[in-house]
């Protein structure tokens, strides 16, 4: 079967470093995404995965090791405005279908 | 880029009552589009996709149904809403010939009492 596991919540302080996990196991990984979604939005796109190692964009990084069907999205440098959730998609198969599985997604409440 | 546009924005009906969500795509021909649900705690439920006109995969059984009647608009119907139907639905587009990424648009809150 196809399962996507994140944290259900997590809460940290403005200024400091989070580190939200995501373990997958999919019948066919073709990337890894992560989205963020505030309250009542539609999801925006953080970073893409395909191959091992971490990605870094501003405050955001990325993280994937195929082989532990493991990721994580490290945030740093808090600001209340990161309050979200955050989801771990994976891309199931290529080609056209290329359709997303998503994580029930972490809730972050950063906290002054 | 692409922008998707929902409407309506919300929306409340009662049980029993027909739905019609539509969502539009602009910027971008011949994409894949999506229609997922987000009920409260629970994560995007992907309800159905489409390759191209006509052509629609249902990944959910249930009283939902879609069309896609041109090519960058993209329908969700219900003849008769349950309880079960209240959410968070959600259009996205995928364009196949540049990456994975998918582009959602702003959703609409559908209230079923």
């Known amino acids: 079967g196809q399962n996507i596991d994140q944290p259900t919540e997590m809460t940290a302080t403005e200024g400091a470093i989070v580190q939200i996990n995501c373990t997958y196991q999919?019948?066919?990984?073709?990337?890894l995404f992560w989205y963020q979604q505030h309250a009542g939005e539609a999801p925006t796109f953080l970073s893409y995965?395909?191959?091992?190692g971490l990605e870094e964009k501003g405050r955001f990084s990325s993280f994937l090791s195929r082989s532990k069907g493991y990721s994580y999205l490290l945030l740093k440098e808090l600001q209340m405005k990161d309050s979200a959730s955050y989801l771990c998609a994976v891309v199931n198969y290529g080609g056209s279908q290329g359709n997303l599985i998503f994580g029930k997604g972490t809730k972050l409440s950063v906290k002054p | 880029s692409q922008t998707i546009h929902q409407w309506p924005a919300t929306l409340v009906q009662p049980v029993g009552s027909p739905l019609s969500l539509e969502c539009t795509v602009e910027g971008t021909s011949n994409p894949n589009l999506y229609w997922y649900r987000q009920a409260a705690g629970r994560g995007l439920q992907l309800l159905f996709y489409s390759v191209g006109i006509g052509q629609i995969s249902s990944e959910v059984p249930q009283n939902l149904s879609a069309s896609r009647p041109q090519d960058r608009q993209f329908i969700l119907s219900s003849k008769k809403l349950l309880l079960s139907d209240s959410g968070f639905y959600l259009c996205a587009c995928r364009d196949r010939r540049s990456s994975y990424e998918q582009y959602f648009g702003p959703g609409t809150r559908l209230t079923v009492t």
């Open positions: 999919t019948s066919g990984f073709n990337g």
């Open positions: 995965n395909v191959l091992d």
